[in-house]
């Protein structure tokens, strides 16, 4: 059985995982880490949607045995010191979500949006997250979730370079 | 001059909107930011999936591969053999603990109602008819051991088209010797006389394909035994946990006592969670026999199969009318596919809509008739709006043609016929009694935000151009029935259980709240909103208050969440306990207070003397005096519990005016929604913020049925559409920005003025878009799509005049046919 060296949500686990078994259900059923969920079998809902080594992947389509050696961020390590990350605290004030079920899912890939494009409009809002199901909110509180967190992550950003600078 | 009320005035503040509402006081109307959230943001929630418990085993079902065959023989020792498998069954293994699912709703006498035998013993009758389970140390091994399980069928005709299975040549279930499982009539008014003295009739064929309802959180349970008591939990991700307690006590003959039924967090359900499925008895049973912990998770895939179907009717509607554009009369005969069983509420699903083709309009007669249909396909049920859905867009989308047959714009069609604001409470012809409403009032606020004056100029100019992006504009003013519902109502329809809800409102020691509610959310805030009622109730601070639901133990009586039922049955529902909650405070702070109880007022969440403020009593003062009861009134018990069980005395009747422009590419059948306007009337609002989501979310799905989803079926009776890869569920670029208001027009059958919200934006916009659709093309010929409206289907209607390219059945090598037309249209 192969055998990994991984970093979640901060801790550093050393296990042998069965080749077969994915990422997901490692995260899930190993490490107790239910927080990413699993709406399909085909890789459409993005319900599993984590962070790997800064980039978002849909966790059952990935191995356990291919993160050997990488840093994965779920939606239980997205908080820092207790406080909610912009995108968590957008979702609930623009009531981004419902069930909830596909939110963990949405707001790891959009914290990948983000990182990629910090001031998207909203057609690419919806362009990014084309690969993330949600089948209660209609998107459209979805969409002002990430917008109105993006704004708070370009305020935070430029209170951060006048820190910096001063 | 009278002495100005402050809190009257506060009132008018806040109604007009130039205040808002402060936090201590009136939480209902105020877009509070939900209390559910906390967890569900942070990955904290318990969702079926996620329980563990020592000891706990895996089921996975092995399921058929055909629509229809006798089993000949069945092997599951192979199965016994694989690395982690504990255990295997047959379905004959199990047949004698699993007992029939069970059908709580005969609607008629004579239904045909076949035995439904959670996993199959002699014969499948769908492709995912459930035939071996096994059961394994994780999941992967239970997967793995499906494979081993040999299995010999003897194929059985596919019964796929509705129609060709009316004509019993191949049945579904050879021992009812008929394919038809009821027919159910409904009629009022003479529509012989309505239509022969009509000068105009417009009759039309529609078809409401089958969806996949697709709540984004899978089916799950986990069955925890406590082996030795013969006592048994079940978790799982329902509806409705109350009804299946008791389904599954009368299924399985376990005693109803013993069993406890948890619906922990649930991610969505649109219905298709309203039911109890064969998985949850087989799970319990399982857990009996073994004596250990079972869990079942479908995947996507097969809950494609295995989880119920909404919506696949043919309906032949026709409407009568005279030149000046006054409905006469008004002819529906309906037929709905059960598939191979009936679950829950199959047969009753269409008769919901049976009571809504008349929709918001006055006529003179009406008649109905709805055939229930066995196929070889998986069962129908209830699916978000189920069966309003289907006959708002029947009376909408003929409404529009019988505009084009008078010469007549169709909304001033619709004003001729709607029932006018001064005469509510209005008779329908259906034999509702629409309590209240304002359409005059929706429609007019719905054409201002839409510019629909402006559109139909557009409109013209476009098509004077030629241009090949046509603008099309649709209509929807619609009314449907919720808020499932007066008891007695339910009875007349043989359903077998009855419609009220149920609420505890409990002060504890310090003053903090606990309302205990039967509605079971996944999704609607209920936690939030009812915090809200109970907090205006009570004059407690909204943070004080928490929701308890989902648990037999916890919340012993209720009748669970569908139906746009929670708040104008439940919610109601909280605010009657609360307030005997109240009477009861009143009497101890009377006798605190040395007074007497008539001069006690209540203001500000303290009791005090009328006329002498400054001794007063808070609820939680009262509480703890309650709880020490140490200085209680005569005759008084220690308790300060309210608890209501509210049976409404009629359905909820919101209503809202929909208006959708679409432009469609004529070159290649593409449909862009440019716009979508909603006004909406759901009578009071508690949370104006979770009204708008659920609007939203609805809007969505009524627009998937529109373009986009549909189930199919081959003529072998494979689902074709089998996965999330073939089955398009909309993501965010595929629908619209929405602009969504409301109007207010309470309703005078609860105390709070409200109205059902869950399902109205699905029922609405299907006819919306595809009325748009219809319009943008009318000029061309087109005068009907079926639906979804997918490019191709849109393309073939403008180039070929088709617009029948696909029934409910398609051959299994349809696609090579598409194909070689689209590369003939491509070549012209």
Redesign the interface.
Known sequence: MPRIQVKVDGTAYDDEV?S??LLV?YL??RL???????????S??G?CTVMMDGHSVKSCTVLAAQVDGSDIT???G??SNGD?HPL?RA???E?G????????GM?MASVDLLAENPDPS??E???G???????????????RAVRKAAETMAGDNTATQQEVAR | MSKIDPEVVADELVEHGQVTTPDASRQVGASRLRKEDARLVTGQAAWTDNLVFPGMLHMAVLRSPMAHARIASIDVSQALRVSGVMAAFSGADLAADLGSLPCAWPVTEDMVSPEHPPLATEEVRYVGDGVAVVVARDRYSAADALEAIAVEYEPLPAVVDMEAALTDSDLVHADKGTNTCFVWPLSNGDVDAAFSSAEVVVERRFIQQRLLPTAIEPRAVVVAPIAAADEYTVYSSTQIPHILKLMLALTTGLPEHKLRVVAPDVGGGFGSKLNVYAEEVIALIVAKRLGRPIKWTESRSEGYQATIHGRDQIQDIALAADRNGRLRGLKVDLKADMGAYLQLVTPGIPLLGAFMYPGIYKMDAYDFRCTGVFTTKTPTDAYRGAGRPEATFAIERIMDELAVELGMEPLELRRRNWIRHEEFPYDTIAGLTYDSGNYEAATDKALELFGYDELRAEQVRRRESGDCMQLGIGISTFTEMCGLAPSRVLGSLSYAAGGWEAATVRVLPTGKIEVVTGTSPHGQGHVTAWSQIAADALSVAFEDVEVLHGDTHVAPMGMDTYGSRSLVVGGVAVQMAAGKVIDKAKRVAAHLLEAAEGDIEFRDGAFSVRGSPEASKTLGEVALAVFAAHDMPDDMEPDLTGSTVFDPENFSFPHGTHLCAVEVDTETGMVDIRSYVCVDDVGKVVNPMIVEGQVHGGLAQGIAQALYEEAIYDSEGNLVTGTLVDYLVPGAPDVPTFVTDRTETPATSNALGVKGVGEAGTIASTPAVVNAVVDALRHLGVNDIRMPCSPERVWRAIHCGDDQTSAAAVPAADHETLRQTDSAGGAQ
Not at chain 1, 32 to 42: I, S
Not at chain 1, 131 to 143: E, H, K, S
């Open positions: 069965e077969r078994l259900h899930r059923e107790g880490l239910t927080g990413t969920n699993v709406g399909c079998d085909t459409n809902c319900a779920t939606i239980q997205l908080s909610w968590q979702f609930h004030t009531h979500l419902q069930c909830g079920y596909c939110t963990p707001i909203d057609e809002i919806r362009l997250l084309e690969g993330n199901l949600c089948r209660c909110t209609g998107y459209q509180n979805i969409v």
